[in-house]
């Protein structure tokens, strides 16, 4: 592997002047610098770039047959894969299939429209809407030119056209210029992103093994219904307004400077609050503040609930605090009483998260609420201080784990980031170029 010297960033600059030095092996283009063996092609020219069409009017059931092998493609598919389309919610019958655009399998197909930019590459036969372009007559390796999509759909959103939703014309897309390098360089780059992202759904597939896992753990812990060694007898119910003091928030005036310039007690919004424990806010407030405005402030190890948000809608976020704070309306802070865990309160109410919105949301509010009478007349049932502290190692011992596989996954993301970078702008060379010199005599 030969890596290309260090550039400026690979680009011109702001104001178009190019870098005062262009490496050797190197020259400019207006993509930027890259190898000069490389190519600079118009998408327009690699590919014949064809638009989707739907048969109308589209709720129409003639249109549509779940025994057929042809699906149709939505923008809510391709959202919900990665690099390969394997599936699809909806597949079309022979009229709708006429009367749309049929891409065959193993072809590369973008989104233009609401999800823009977005490249995938088929495993089945489908048809495409207009909310989507597929590349027809490569003249390119295709795994290639999806990386390069791929690397593109920042700068496709910026360029969609606003109208009732963002989307994207074939003009543009045609249009745009990319790098090629020669057909064995593309496969390299091809293979090397592709073994990153094999990973990358490795992961993925451990963490919902994972955390499927630790979902039934939660369910037979939490109900009883498994016990850990060493623990019997009788569960209690219990209220959750029995569990200790619950205690509100507020924010104090913004337009007081001294209640925030220099503040140094953590105060928690509902964006702050994420499943597990809380270490640190967003912002702070100033002991003045406190002082002046009475908001409590919440000792550490207490349990946080957001009440009022329109996450509430998708589930409960529920923490621990490993630091005093103070909270704003949106918040409630439970200090629990000398006989109950606030970790295993965080898992309890995490494991009855469902029923908790169900049965305590208000109806008919602009913003999703709890309503507080409901919440705190809630009931869990609750074993004893050691039982507790005992089902709460085992589930956080999980979240620990799972956690340690989320950070492991994002940084495979940022690496694979960086690869595209340097590999897709010939940076960093997978295919050593052999030159021959001009006064070396070739034996015939």
Known sequence: MIEAPTLNDGYTTATGHRPKETPTGYKHTE?????????????????????????????????????????????????ATDKYLNATCQKLSQAGIANSRLVLSDSLVMSICATVGKPIITRMNVCIHDGF????????????????????????SKQGQTGSQMNLNTGIINSTPIPIPPPPEQLAI?????????????????????RAIKRA????????????????????TIRLGDLGRWRGGM????????????GTVPWLTSSDVRQGQLNDSSENITKQAV?????????????????????????LPVANNSIPVAINQDLRALEPGPLHSPQYLVHALMGVEKYLLRDCLKAGTTVESIDSTWFQGFKLSMPTLDEQDAIAAVLSDMDTEISALKTRLKKICAIKDGMMEQLLTGRVRLVEQVCQPDNEQVAP
């Open 31 to 79: 993509v930027g610098v890259i190898p000069e063996d490389w190519e600079l092609s118009r998408i327009g020219g690699l590919a014949r770039v064809l638009r989707g069409a739907s048969p109308r009017p589209i709720d129409d059931p003639k249109w549509f047959d779940d025994e057929s092998s042809t699906g149709w493609l939505r923008i809510a598919d391709v959202t």
């Open 133 to 156: 372009v597929v590349f027809n007559n490569l003249q390119t390796e295709r795994e290639y030119l999806y990386y390069v999509l791929s690397s593109l759909e920042p700068k496709w």
């Open 190 to 210: 091809a293979e090397a992103l592709s073994d990153v992202d094999k990973l990358l759904e490795s992961l993925d597939a451990l963490i919902a093994k994972k």
């Open 217 to 236: 753990t939660t369910q037979q812990l939490l109900t009883g219904e498994t016990r850990l060694p060493g623990y019997g007898g009788e569960w209690r």
């Open 251 to 262: 924010t104090p005036l913004t337009s007081v400077p001294h209640y925030w310039i220099g």
């Open 291 to 315: 002082k002046e405005t009475g908001i409590p402030v919440i000792r550490s190890n207490s349990t946080i609930v957001v009440v009022r948000s329109g996450i509430l809608r998708r589930f």
